[in-house]
């Protein structure tokens, strides 16, 4: 990730990365009466009768408050409160979009406890819970100790116990692998700071005991007579123990790191007993990197920092998760019995069957519990189901549930907050990550590509292949600022394979009026040298036409890439992104009015391409008629697709003709067309028409809070797909990272020189 990349992230087209939202119309003069005088004076004097009726009429349920002095930023120690923002900021964006709790970010400008802790607890009354967090050892504590004491709503301290519930969920299962008792392992520990002692005060809960654990600091070992300590490090301070790290590690069963890089060695690590569990949670960078410390020894088991590694520890899949569950019953506070609960909830669940979605996310890796499978990773959907849900249960069974919930219909209620919707994409990143096809882009030297390949680069989706002149594209990234490495760049005139090639395609076209001169002079042009890259297996995918009219540049690629067998009439589905539903429309780039037989391949196109993301699709054929209510040409076509997809794939969940309205709300489905086949809401939106697809799709980006991922091309016989004009930096590196997963996880279709005799009427296109 580089500098001017997250400045621009940070500042981007408005400044900050959250917002305040309404939730209530407010647009007409009752709507404002409604929001503030006199509707507002009803619910102001229930909650003055009865503070509780605060989480039945505002927003107070679902808020909570990261509040911070910016005494103890991660990696950069005191830099202040406005420094702390963005931090703080990010925190806000993750619980959000991790557990969907509103934050409100809070930095104090102050270094004192009684003013702090006096500052947060007058606020008690806006929120329904407080993170503290990044405030520098002791004073952080202090502070928590402080606010659990003095406030009734759910306190917690991020940095304190956030990596500490994820670290006693990863402990007992690697016990479990190892077959150790709590009880009997040595535990010795190098990190006495805020992480450290929250992490051993967690174990020490889940049944070590506190004379087998042997705490160092930069000083050494914590000894009772050092004068430098304070009163939470006592408490793990001990007289008679080995004066050093490497000493105390000798024969230890678990090393417990939250210091530094480079504390720990393979040598340290041969030295400690037979299964050793090695914990190294030192932040940015591990005391030991995990490949460093599994090459020390076979039979080790290794946690990091690094959340990318096997097993890697973050606080993110344990805060989000407490706090929904503490929020869902109105707890008074978070107690240890529920961390405790947390963490036996991310410890069962990895030792539970991985879903579909999470294998397909980590490119088909069957993940099963194991040396390099003890926590459930991080896109797993279930998390929230399964920790929020014991932490709630915890908190009713320990009478600190002001709101008692019934246990199913709680856990029902999460199911609906996680959705699909934005999580989709996150997924796509993480399997084109394990994919990392090589793209080919003809416009290699415009500045959207070269942007977009830099991200590609860095996030490890793929590696780029530049057409173009070297030295046009060279000083296009240097005027930029990016560097290209992990970029290759081709000059196609001078590419040593541009004779094959024009070979090549002078095979494939000769019988369609094609001499070999022009196809000499068609390989200069960069799309059809990128198109024959394709062909001849020099590429996996090719990303064209942001500098070129769509419909041109399809007419190349069709002439030389053509359908897949077995198809007759590619299309382009789009992937519309809300923060809980994802959408699939079509056709909305291609084909301007299809036919019945049309229409069906579309459709099943569709759903094998949603199908291939993972996804079940739920196919509606869209029209302005409900199921046979009028009897119109344009309804009988989509009528006569819907009978041909269904009889094409009987197993398809597939209705039409039905109105958008029908087909994406249950209770007009139940109420008037019981008989209707959908028995969820539609995901697959199929319309009758190209004009109808664009129009909808360019409503829904212009009105709607949604992130648009396409037009992906399907049924082309190699992965091909075609810019927009207006395509932006992100909107290439989305494309570029559902292309590769559609590709991958798609059956890879017989090659062939030959295109296929079909008619691809590109002359409709325009």
């Known amino acids: 990730m580089t500098r001017d990349a997250a400045f621009e992230y940070h500042a981007g087209d408005r400044p900050g990365k959250i917002e305040v939202k309404e939730t209530k119309p407010c647009l007409s003069p009752r709507d404002i009466r409604m929001a503030h005088i006199p509707g507002a004076l009803g619910p102001a004097r229930a909650i003055a009768a009865d503070p509780a009726q605060a989480y039945l009429y505002t927003a107070r349920g679902n808020l909570i408050a990261v509040v911070t002095n910016g005494s103890g930023l991660p990696g950069l120690g005191d830099l202040g409160p406005a420094a702390a923002k963005p931090l703080a900021e990010g925190l806000a964006v993750l619980f959000k979009r991790f557990a969907d709790i509103d934050t409100f970010d809070l930095e104090l400008d102050t270094r004192d406890t009684a003013a702090f802790v006096e500052t947060v607890r007058m606020l008690e009354p806006t929120f329904g819970g407080i993170n503290v967090r990044d405030i520098s050892a002791p004073a952080g504590l202090e502070i928590y100790d402080q606010l659990c004491a003095a406030m009734s709503i759910p306190v917690f301290h991020g940095n304190h116990f956030g990596i500490a519930v994820v670290a006693a969920a990863g402990l007992a299962n690697a016990l479990a692998l190892v077959d150790k008792d709590v009880t009997g392992v040595r535990v010795v520990a190098c990190g006495a700071g805020t992480v450290g002692l929250g992490c051993l005060r967690l174990l020490r809960a889940l049944g070590v005991p506190a004379d087998n654990i042997t705490l160092y600091d930069v000083h050494g070992l914590l000894h009772p007579d ?27 069963d678990v090393f417990l790191g939250a210091s530094a890089a480079g504390v720990l060695t393979q040598d340290l690590v041969r030295g400690m007993a037979g ?9 940015p960078d591990p005391e030991i990197e995990y490949a460093e410390a599994r090459a020390a020894r076979h039979d080790v088991v290794v946690f990091t920092s690094r959340t990318d590694d096997p097993n890697g520890i973050g606080g993110l899949l344990s805060s989000p998760y407490i706090f929904r569950g503490a929020l869902d019953v109105q707890a008074a506070r978070i107690t240890q019995g529920m961390m405790l609960a947390a963490a036996e909830a991310l410890a069962a669940l990895a030792r539970e069957e991985v879903i579909d979605e999470v294998t397909h996310a980590y490119g088909r890796q069957r993940l099963s519990f194991g040396p390099e499978y003890l926590l459930p990773r991080p896109i797993d959907p279930r998390i929230l189901l399964h920790e929020s849900a014991a932490v709630a249960a915890r908190a009713i069974a320990e009478g600190v549930a002001r709101r008692p919930l019934d246990p199913e219909a709680h856990r029902e209620s999460l199911m609906v907050r996680i959705g699909s919707g934005r999580d989709l994409l996150r997924q796509v990143v993480t399997k084109a990550r394990r994919l990392a096809p090589r793209i080919v882009f003809p416009d290699g030297a415009t500045e959207t590509v070269l942007r977009a390949c830099a991200i590609l680069v860095d996030e490890g989706i793929a590696s780029p292949i530049l057409l173009g002149s070297r030295a046009e594209i060279r000083d296009s990234a240097e005027r930029l ?64 036409g942001i500098s070129a009219p769509y419909a041109e540049t399809l007419r190349k690629v069709l002439e030389v890439i053509g359908p897949a067998p077995g198809v007759h009439r590619i299309a382009a589905l789009q992937a519309v992104l809300r923060r809980k539903e994802a959408f699939f429309l079509a056709d909305v780039a291609v084909n301007i009015e299809p036919d ?23 196919v509606a054929m869209l029209a302005f008629s409900n199921l046979g209510s009028v009897d119109h040409p344009l309804a009988r076509k989509v009528r006569e697709a819907t009978h041909k997809a269904r009889a094409r794939d009987p197993q ?8 958008l309205t029908t087909a994406l709300n249950e209770q007009v489905r139940e109420r008037y067309f019981p008989f209707c086949q959908l028995q969820q809401n539609a995901n697959v939106l199929i319309f009758p028409d ?55 996880e798609s059956a890879p279709p017989a090659v062939s020189a030959e295109i296929d005799a079909v008619e691809l009427r590109a002359e409709e296109r325009t």
């Not at 299964?275 to 932040?283: D, E, K, S």
């Not at 560097?483 to 290759?488: D, K, P, T």
């Not at 992906?712 to 004009?725: I, W």
């Open 652 to 659: 398809l969940v597939i209705e039409g003709e039905i109105q």
């Open 690 to 744: 190209l004009q109808s697809g664009h129009l909808a799709l360019h409503l829904l980006e212009f009105l709607g809070d949604t992130v648009g991922v396409g037009p992906l091309l399907m049924g082309t016989r190699r992965p091909v797909h075609v810019l927009q004009y207006s395509s932006t930096v992100q909107d290439v590196v989305n494309l570029a990272a559902l292309g590769a997963v559609y590709a991958g």
């Open 226 to 252: 050092r004068p430098d300590l304070n009163e939470y490090q006592r408490e793990f301070a001990h007289a008679s123990r080995p004066a050093t790290l490497a000493e105390a590690l000798v024969g230890a």
């Open 596 to 618: 019945a037989d049309q229409l069906a391949e579309i459709a099943l196109l569709s759903a094998a391409t949603v199908r291939a993301l993972g996804i079940e699709p739920r």
């Open 275 to 283: 299964r050793p569990i090695v914990m190294a949670l030192a932040t």
């Open 481 to 544: 600022g990016l560097q290209l490495a992990g970029s290759a760049i081709i000059e196609p005139a001078n590419d040593p394979r541009l004779e094959s090639y024009t070979d090549e395609l002078f095979r494939m076209r000769c019988r369609r009026g094609l001499i070999r001169d022009m196809a000499a002079a068609k390989l200069r042009d960069p799309l059809y040298f990128a198109c024959l890259m394709l062909q001849r297996g020099d590429a996996d995918m090719v990303l064209a």
